[in-house]
Nanobody, 127 residues
Framework: QVQPVESGGGLVQAGGSLRLSCAAT????????MGWFRQAPGKEREFVAA????????YYADSVKDRFAISRDNAKNTVFLQMSELKAEDTAVYYC????????????????????WGQGTQVTISS
C-alpha cells in the first residue's frame, strides 16, 4: 500500500513552468505505476500522464504532450511532473495516484486501476 502526497502547486503566469512532486509512503513504491490526473472546476477528472514502475515508460494525454514530463525516483519514493509552456486551460487541481501494475506497458491502464490517490494540489495559470 502507498499513500501519495502532492506538493508544488501554485500560481504561475501563462507560458511559465512549474514542477509538481508526489511523495509516497510505503515500502513497495517501485511496484506501482504512478499517474497524474487533474480536475478543473465544473469538469470531470482527466488523465494527464503516467510512468511505469521502473520509470522506463511514460504516457501522456495529447493536451500536455511535449509540454509536460513525468519522472520518478524510486530511491526517494517520489514522482514528478514538470510542466512547461503553461496555459490558462491547465488550471486545475492536480492529483497523484498509484496503481499496482507490474507491467511496463502503461497505456492500457484505466483510471479504475489507480487504487491510491492524494488530496491534490492547486495549479492556477494566470493569463
Amino acid at each position: 500500500q502507498v499513500q501519495p502526497v502532492e506538493s508544488g502547486g501554485g500560481l504561475v503566469q501563462a507560458g511559465g513552468s512549474l514542477r509538481l512532486s508526489c511523495a509516497a509512503t510505503g515500502r513497495t513504491f517501485s511496484s506501482y505505476a504512478m499517474g497524474w490526473f487533474r480536475q478543473a472546476p465544473g469538469k470531470e477528472r482527466e488523465f494527464v500522464a503516467a510512468v511505469s514502475r521502473s520509470g522506463g515508460n511514460t504516457y501522456y494525454a495529447d493536451s500536455v504532450k511535449d509540454r509536460f514530463a513525468i519522472s520518478r525516483d524510486n530511491a526517494k519514493n517520489t514522482v514528478f511532473l514538470q510542466m512547461s509552456e503553461l496555459k490558462a486551460e491547465d488550471t486545475a487541481v492536480y492529483y497523484c495516484a498509484a496503481a499496482f501494475w507490474t507491467w511496463e506497458d502503461i497505456e492500457t491502464l484505466t483510471v479504475s486501476a489507480y487504487q491510491y490517490w492524494g488530496q491534490g494540489t492547486q495549479v492556477t495559470i494566470s493569463s
